[in-house]
């Protein structure tokens, strides 16, 4: 900000706090093992409704078509900063997440269903990217999010573009958490 004198980027700040949320969840949720089914499956699903918003940080490097060029190398380094931030949060939050479900649930179950959650990021990160929708729309205006998602599943040949980012956004994620998953199981030397 204070090389480029402008105030611009500064709802990533905004947007890695959103990050942090589903982090913090499963963060509380594996610190407090004695929740019983309700209190998991209300901290599950408000875990997957913040979900999308680490890595959504990602789509936020559209911004960079509006950069200087003369600082673009600046603004560069700033988003890919806090995308990788996102990242991180989100690939931390979900391996949290499948410890603590592992402890409820079959592994195996556990196991197939980080798949379908990491496609609905990717979904979640479309409705928000493109259909402006926030995670607290689901109680603040739930009509038009829920008439909205029902379009996209019930016409996916008018949703083309919905089904492609959902599909190729959440195979990134899928290979980013295959990868993550790689690097932080090493034991260190």
């Known amino acids: 900000m204070k090389i480029s004198h402008s105030f611009f980027y500064i709802f990533l ?15 509380y949720l594996l610190s407090n093992p004695k929740f019983n089914k309700v209190g998991l499956a209300f901290g599950f699903g ?14 936020d490097l559209i911004h960079l078509k509006l950069s200087n060029s003369y600082f ?8 890919s900063s806090f995308a990788f931030n996102g990242l991180l949060l989100f690939y931390l939050s979900v ?16 196991k197939r269903s980080i798949i379908p959650i990491l496609l609905l990021s990717g979904f ?8 402006r929708y926030n995670s607290w729309e ?15 599943i ?13 599909l190729l956004f959440g195979a990134f994620l899928n290979v ?3 990868m993550f998953k790689q690097f932080y199981s090493k034991p260190s030397t």
């Open 13 to 27: 700040v905004w947007n890695l706090f959103l990050a942090a949320v589903p982090y913090t969840i499963s963060t």
């Open 138 to 152: 689901i109680l603040s205006n739930p009509k038009y999010l829920i008439t909205d998602i029902f379009n996209i």
């Open 124 to 131: 979640g990160v479309y409705l928000g990217r493109f259909l």
């Open 72 to 79: 673009i190398w600046i603004d560069i380094l700033i988003v």
């Open 46 to 59: 408000l875990w997957l409704l913040f979900l999308p918003n680490a890595p959504y940080i990602v789509t």
């Open 95 to 110: 391996l949290d997440m499948k410890t603590i479900l592992e402890k409820h649930i079959k592994k195996v179950i556990v």
């Open 154 to 166: 019930t016409q996916p040949i008018a949703h083309k573009e919905a089904w492609l980012f959902t």
């Open 176 to 178: 980013g958490f295959w």
